[in-house]
């Protein structure tokens, strides 16, 4: 057996342990903190984001936006991204705050960790704290939920204060209206995807206004009916182009022009069955994710039948939610497919470009939303903001318990926290007294760290005046 020493780590790792591990933990962490604090708040500024590989810029001061599109090596500052891309999940507002906190909170553990406090001993007392935090939270909570006027004013009011650090802030009113009707909507099923957001440059933000039928980005083939009332509607995920050799490298020989036209011929042949038995499902409307090309859009228009091409996927699946059909890829078994319906499809024109408009789905709750703005960057953050408002409303829908904001929270919980600190009696072995009420009067004097003198309770008191005058 050989006593060698074995290469565990790869070739170029490095390692670091104890004070030096700890010490990038905090640097990197804190580093995150810093890099959105900026962005905090109403008055938070916003950051461009540049990517050369993509040619892309990206205005924004939204937290998890930035934290995702920057490289981190650090494994704390790793966590703080995890923590904004979480709460972005499942709130949808507050990524920045979250981060802010984290870091903030990091930046104190450090400070007790230089005093010679355990890791664990900091941590269980953060649990505490959360404890009495949530508490406090409960205690002070109102809940309108029975009540819809009031429950109305409270839903606008989170949506202000959700934009009021957005880029939408200057017309808060209006979105704040706007969102909350959208939320209304589909309060029955909290769905999100029933809401579509639509960007349209031109116009101003207070442009923007909800629709109550669902408007895809979309436009109908040549020569096909523009309107189409009482619309059946298949929905399809398939390749509508020729069906051509698709092997790398493969080719097809002929001796004669006239085995070429066999070849075209064949394949027109075998595509005009495809459509056929689109055809064959009596629909009046057909949407393709993928393209449709020329010879299957002629037979489509001959068919008086409107075929709509490369829909995204993301809008093929909200079709088929809020039309109540089904995505489908073959077409042998018509009576086993579940058609889309609604009441009317016929293109809207916004700004200077044509959509398609589908009025009287079977989703009834779903709508759109059309945002206007100046340039690509404001619609994108613009979009982002009223995303997140959305996510709040949504949220607030579902436990309709709120609190004050502007801080109130804040105080609160902290009085709460820092009541049950000092009223807490602290033993350690070496005799010394932790116990803010033991020497009340002579804390209420101090101004040392954290309301408390460590020093042995025989002289607590004299220490205690000591630091009052640091």
């Known amino acids: 057996m050989s006593l060698a020493p074995v290469q565990v780590m790869s070739y170029g790792a490095e390692e670091e342990k104890a004070e030096n591990a700890r010490l990038s933990s905090f640097v990197g962490a804190i580093a995150i903190g810093d890099l959105v604090k900026s962005t905090l708040g109403p008055k938070g500024m916003d950051k461009i984001l540049v990517s050369y590989s993509q040619n892309q810029i990206q205005v924004t001061n ?25 709460q972005d999940a499942e709130v949808g507002d507050g ?55 009031a429950f109305r004013r409270d839903l606008i009011n989170i949506a202000k204060t959700t934009l009021s650090s957005k880029i939408l802030t200057a017309a808060k009113e209006h979105f704040a209206e706007l969102a909350v009707d959208a939320v209304l909507r589909i309060k029955g099923t909290g769905n999100l995807e029933a809401i579509q957001i639509i960007k349209k440059l031109g116009g101003q933000l207070q442009d923007a ?61 075998k595509m005009k069955d495809k459509v056929d038995h689109i055809l064959a499902h009596d629909i009046n409307v057909f949407i393709n994710r993928q393209l449709i090309y020329n010879y299957p859009e002629q037979l489509f228009a001959a068919a008086n039948v409107a075929a709509i091409e490369h829909a995204d996927f993301e809008g093929v699946e909200r079709l088929a939610l809020v039309l109540g059909g089904e995505i489908v890829s073959t077409f042998d078994t018509p009576d086993q497919v579940r058609l889309g319906h609604c009441e009317l499809v016929e293109e809207v024109m916004i700004g200077e470009d044509k959509l398609l408009k589908f009025s ?48 109130m929270s ?8 820092v009541d049950k600190a000092t009223v807490r009696m602290f033993r350690n072995v070496d005799g010394h007294c932790h116990s803010r009420a033991s020497h009340q009067d002579s804390w209420q004097r101090s101004r040392c760290y954290g309301g408390f003198c460590p020093r042995p309770a025989s002289t607590a008191h004299r220490y205690c005046r000591q630091c009052r005058l640091r």
């Open 209 to 269: 206004y909800l629709d109550e039928g669902f408007i895809l980005d979309k436009k109908i083939g040549v020569n096909q009916p523009k309107r189409i009332e009482n619309a059946r509607i298949l929905i399809a995920n398939t390749s509508m182009d020729t069906d051509k050799i698709k092997v790398y490298g493969a080719r097809v020989r002929v001796d004669s022009t006239a085995k070429v036209a066999e070849i075209e011929a064949a394949e027109r042949k």
């Open 410 to 417: 804040r105080f609160n919980d902290g009085s709460d926290v």
């Open 95 to 149: 990524t920045t705050s979250v981060t802010v906190l984290a870091a903030e909170l990091l930046k104190e553990a450090e400070k007790l960790i230089a005093a010679r406090l355990h890791p664990q001993t900091i941590i269980a007392g953060w649990r505490k704290a959360v404890t009495v935090a949530r508490q406090a939270l409960a205690g002070a909570a109102e809940n309108h939920g029975d009540d819809a006027e």
């Open 62 to 86: 939204d937290g998890a936006t930035i934290l995702q599109n920057i490289g981190v090596d650090n494994p704390a500052a790793k966590v703080l991204v995890e923590i904004s891309k979480v």
């Open 360 to 407: 009287g789905v079977e989703l009834g709750e779903a709508c759109t939303v059309v945002l206007r703005g100046a340039t690509q960057q404001i619609l994108d953050e613009a979009e982002r903001s009223l995303h997140d408002a959305l996510c709040v409303l949504t949220s607030t829908v579902k436990e309709t318990r709120v609190v004050y904001g502007g801080g």
